[in-house]
Structure formats: structure tokens, C-alpha cells
């Protein structure tokens, strides 16, 4: 059975033949590579942004910028490149793909290609590896309306000294064993709690509920900064929707009146069933209240 995602796209037939960025050179997808040797592909070293051009200008730009450049330099990963000369690679790719709206981008950038096939970040000598990939990418039809499964899964996210969440790093093995215990337990994707057992996040995206009128996500100690998840905040305290960043367990999500996903892709993916237990009565009420205002808001950042 095909399982709905968070980023299920209608096919497009132009990104079989779409140019991608690496290190400042355009290659056709199926001549673009990296080195075996490489860093992000030995051993995940690396840091990514996933964003979408909107009539031209890419959304939230300087929001995504902060997140990537303040985790690279987290990790001693000096970029090379400026926030400008990044948006500059970003709008080329875009414009020799001849993309300006409907389109997803994945900026890549790691510590680029050891001398030995070895752990030590002294080894990668070479400079950053910097990928752009930007395909025409619409959300399926349906997506926000129909809603997705989600099951509990054992595997946990995660403790800021183990590896903390707020990295948007490469190394997602975390997130994939959520993905494919969500799987075969016949779910769509994976609701992961943090390490004290309150409800955390998904494999891909963060996690909101609402309950009688009130909006809720989880105290963002143990999960992906987002940049929607943000916005959405920001958007419920503007216009009067009460919201809440705390601690709540399974109990509380069950009996939530509606439950959505924030990210890039999809931008507020309905949830319509947790461990096989439907959400709400289906109306979603405030999900697409905020939905609509999430819209006007990409309006304004792009205009």
C-alpha cells in the first residue's frame, strides 16, 4: 500500500532534466556527484536547508540563512561563502532551471572530502562541499485537506549532548528508524516523544495540536528549530489564538480536537489519525485558520 508523507509532490517530467549546483558549476542530474571521499557522504558531516521560491524570491530566506550559518559555525564548518554570495548561487540554480514559484529547494553543505576515509575533521582538506538542488515541486493534491497517519514510535528525539535536534545535519539515521517504525506499524509517519516521554515531533516535521481553541506544540527543547514551526507561533500570538510551547503527553493528543504538521514543503499538513485513533470530528476549525494566514504571511515576505 502507498503511504501519503508530509512531502508527496504531483510528478513533474522538467525535473528529469533539471541543472544542479555543486561547488559553483552546473551539472545535469545525471552527471551531478559527489566524492565517495566526501564528508556528508562517509560519515553525514554535513548541515541542509530545505526551502521554496515563492513568484521569484525564496521565503523566509533570512530565517533559513540564520539557522544553517549558526549551525555550521557550531560545528567549526566554515562555509565560504557569504549570506550574499549563497542567495546568489541559490537564485542562479533557480533561474537556469528556469523555476520562479511551486519549487523546493535542498542547499547542502558539508565538510567536503577527506584524504582518509577516516572520522577526524582534519582529514577533510579540501574546502565545504555545496550542493543546490531545485525542482518544481507543488504539494499533492489533497495533502491539506485529507490529512495523514501517524504512529508512536519507540525511538526517541533526543538529547541536545547525544545529538541535539536543532541541528538540520545530515546525519538523520534518528529520524529514518522513526520513519520505519512508523511504517511497519502501518502509519504514514512517525510521531517521536522527547526523553522524558512527553510528545516531541515527527521523523520530518513539528508537531501541533489543538484543544478547545488553543493551539499547543512541544517546549522546542528536544526538537528541530523550524522555521514554519516559528512563523506559526508568531502567527497565533498576532491574531489572537492562544498558543502554548509545553510539556503534554499522549493522553492530551488523543483527546485534541485537530492535530497539524509544520514544514517547508507542506506547510501545515492536517493529521488525521495518531496509534489508529481518528483526531477530532474532522472540521478544523482553527488548522485552517492558520493555514490562511500562513498564506497571506508568504505573501508578504515574498511581495
Known amino acids: 500500500m502507498t503511504k501519503t508523507t508530509t ?11 533539471i541543472q ?10 545525471d552527471q551531478a556527484s559527489v ?11 554535513g548541515m541542509w536547508e530545505g526551502m521554496r521560491i515563492h513568484k521569484g524570491k525564496w521565503a523566509f530566506f533570512d530565517e533559513h540563512m540564520d539557522r544553517l550559518y549558526n549551525s555550521c559555525k557550531a560545528v567549526s ?8 554570495q549563497m542567495l ?8 537556469i532551471n528556469g523555476i520562479t514559484n511551486d519549487a523546493h529547494c535542498r ?44 504512529a508512536t514510535v519507540p525511538q526517541v528525539r533526543g538529547l541536545p549532548m547525544s545529538q541535539d535536534a536543532k541541528y538540520n545535519s545530515h ?41 478547545r481553541g488553543e493551539v499547543w506544540t512541544s517546549t522546542g527543547d528536544y526538537c528541530m528549530n523550524g522555521v514554519t514551526r516559528q512563523n506559526v507561533i508568531n502567527l497565533c500570538r498576532d491574531n489572537g489564538i492562544p498558543v502554548f510551547e509545553k510539556n503534554f503527553s499522549l493522553y492530551e493528543t488523543y483527546g485534541a480536537d485537530e492535530a497539524f504538521l509544520t ?29 490562511g494566514l500562513y498564506r497571506d504571511l508568504i505573501q508578504r515576505n515574498t511581495a
Not at 517504525?181 to 515531533?201: I, K, R, S, W, Y
Open 7 to 17: 512531502h508527496d509532490a504531483d510528478d513533474d517530467p522538467r525535473n528529469r532534466d
Open 263 to 291: 514544514g517547508t514543503f507542506g506547510a501545515q499538513t492536517p493529521v488525521a489519525t495518531i496509534d489508529g485513533k481518528e483526531i477530532g470530528q474532522g472540521d478544523r476549525v482553527v488548522t485552517q485558520r492558520i493555514q
Open 20 to 29: 544542479i549546483y555543486v561547488n559553483g558549476r552546473f551539472y545535469h542530474r
Open 35 to 45: 566524492s565517495v571521499y566526501d564528508s556528508g557522504f562517509l560519515l553525514g558531516d
Open 77 to 84: 564548518l566554515d562555509i565560504g561563502m557569504s549570506k550574499q
Open 171 to 211: 546525519s538523520k539515521l534518528n529520524c529514518v528508524i522513526g520513519c520505519l517504525q512508523a511504517e511497519q506499524a502501518g502509519a504514514d509517519e512517525a510521531l517521536m516523544l522527547d526523553p522524558h516521554g512527553f510528545v516531541n515531533t515527527t521523523n520530518a516535521c513539528n508537531f501541533f495540536i489543538v484543544r
Open 88 to 95: 546568489e548561487a541559490l537564485n542562479a540554480t533557480a533561474e
Open 107 to 150: 542547499l547542502m553543505v558539508t565538510r567536503g572530502v577527506k584524504v582518509k576515509p577516516f572520522q577526524h575533521p582534519s582529514l577533510s582538506r579540501s574546502g565545504p562541499t555545496i550542493v543546490i538542488i531545485v525542482e518544481h515541486s507543488r504539494p499533492k493534491e489533497g495533502l491539506h485537506t485529507k490529512g495523514i497517519s501517524l
